[in-house]
């Protein structure tokens, strides 16, 4: 079974994954994915993005929530589909998200330089901060868990690990939600 052979690979497949997704989210923040290369939405669909993307965001926090909780009553199958489905709503956020990014670039703050300087940019710098430390960290804690029995999870650093990516991932959501606040509701 092909698990069986990226089992005995898991940290260099997560360096490689986690490679390729920086890539990609830098490569759209920084323009250097041509927007001509990608097809173009309507503007509504465009504009509809951040409110999405703020929507997919609560419900990860609630389905990262409900993992934990679901994992500490020992309810393994149900935290590991809350958990993957987490990891697909992050997904779902982080292609709109790029697609948003790479098609009509990053959201300008129109609010005074005072909360500009000391709300948004330390919020936004934290979330990304910890956006990118999340990347490997979930890739890792997937792969041991997509790759194991669930018996044998237990002598892996899968808990260890779940847990600092959980509670940086769920900070990353609210933060990323204080964001889309600032920029679209509060100014």
């Not at 005995?8 to 497949?13: E, N």
């Amino acid at each position: 079974m092909e698990l069986q052979r990226v089992r005995g690979h898991v940290p260099a497949l997560t360096a490689v994954l986690t490679v390729v997704s920086l890539a990609l989210v830098f490569g759209a923040v920084l323009g250097v994915i041509p927007s001509s290369s990608l097809p173009r939405a309507p503007a509504g669909v465009l504009d509809a993005i951040p409110h999405v993307n703020a929507v997919v965001s609560t419900v990860a926090i609630g389905t990262i929530l409900a993992g934990i909780r679901f994992i500490r009553r020992g309810d393994v199958a149900t935290h590991r589909a809350a958990m993957l489905t987490s990891l697909a709503l992050f997904v779902i956020f982080l292609v709109l998200y790029l697609y948003k990014v790479a098609v009509s670039g990053t959201a300008e703050f129109g609010g005074p330089d005072a909360v500009y300087r000391f709300v948004y940019l330390p919020t936004l710098a934290i979330h990304m901060v910890l956006a990118i430390v999340c990347i490997p960290l979930l890739y890792y804690v997937l792969l041991l868990a997509v790759t194991r029995p669930v018996e044998e999870l237990y002598d892996t650093s899968h808990k260890r690990l779940g847990r600092v990516a959980a509670a940086l991932w769920l900070v990353s959501f609210a933060l990323g939600n204080v964001v889309y606040v600032l920029l679209y509701w509060a100014y």
